[in-house]
C-alpha cells in the first residue's frame, strides 16, 4: 500500500486545487469549518508567502503545502482539533503541524495584532465597541440562562 501525500488529501482537493467558488455552499462551509471567510484565507495565504511569514516551514517538510498547514491553524484554533485530526485530513504529521502552529501563532501575535486590532480612541468608536460588547454579552448571559436556573433549582432542591 502506497501512503498518500499531501497533495492527495481531502483538503487539499476541496480548498486549494479545486476548491468550488462559485457554490455558495461551499462558502457557508468553509466559513463554519475555519472561522474565516474563502477570500482572506486565500489572501492570508498570498500575504503569507509574499512576505515570507513562516520561513522556518522548509525546515519542517519542504513537501507540505503552506496552504495546508495555514487551514490547520485555522482549524485547530476555530474548531478545537487536535493535530493528530489535522494528520487524517491534510496526510501532514502531527508533528509538522505541531511544529508550524508555534509559528502561526507567532505570527498573529506580532504581525497580525498590530495590523488589524484597534484601540478606540474617540468617543463614537468606543460607543460602537460597547454596543457590540453589549450585543455579545447579551448573547453569551441568554445561552447561560438555562444553565443557570438549572442550578438555581439544584440548589434551592438540596437545601429543602
Not at 19 to 34: E, G, L, S, W, Y
Not at 88 to 95: A, E, H, Q
Not at 132 to 156: E, R
Amino acid at each position: 500500500m502506497v501512503q498518500a501525500t499531501p497533495l492527495e488529501s481531502p483538503w487539499y482537493l476541496m480548498y486549494v486545487k479545486c476548491p468550488m467558488i462559485n457554490v455558495p455552499k461551499f462558502h457557508t462551509q468553509f466559513h463554519q469549518r475555519f472561522r474565516i471567510p474563502y477570500a482572506q484565507f486565500i489572501q492570508f495565504v498570498s500575504d503569507a508567502k509574499e512576505n515570507d511569514w513562516f520561513p522556518r516551514r522548509s525546515k519542517w517538510n519542504t513537501t507540505s503545502p503552506l496552504e495546508l498547514l495555514i487551514l490547520g491553524g485555522f482549524r485547530y484554533i476555530g474548531q478545537g482539533w487536535t493535530f493528530d485530526d489535522l494528520e487524517g485530513s491534510t496526510m501532514i504529521s502531527s508533528k509538522v503541524h505541531w511544529n508550524y502552529f508555534h509559528q502561526f501563532i507567532d505570527v498573529g501575535s506580532k504581525i497580525l495584532y498590530p495590523l488589524c486590532v484597534t484601540t478606540p480612541l474617540m468617543q463614537d468608536d468606543m460607543s460602537s465597541h460597547m454596543h457590540c460588547m453589549s450585543i455579545i454579552l447579551l448573547d453569551f448571559q441568554a445561552a447561560l440562562a438555562p444553565q443557570m436556573l438549572l442550578m438555581w433549582l439544584l440548589k434551592s432542591v438540596a437545601t429543602d
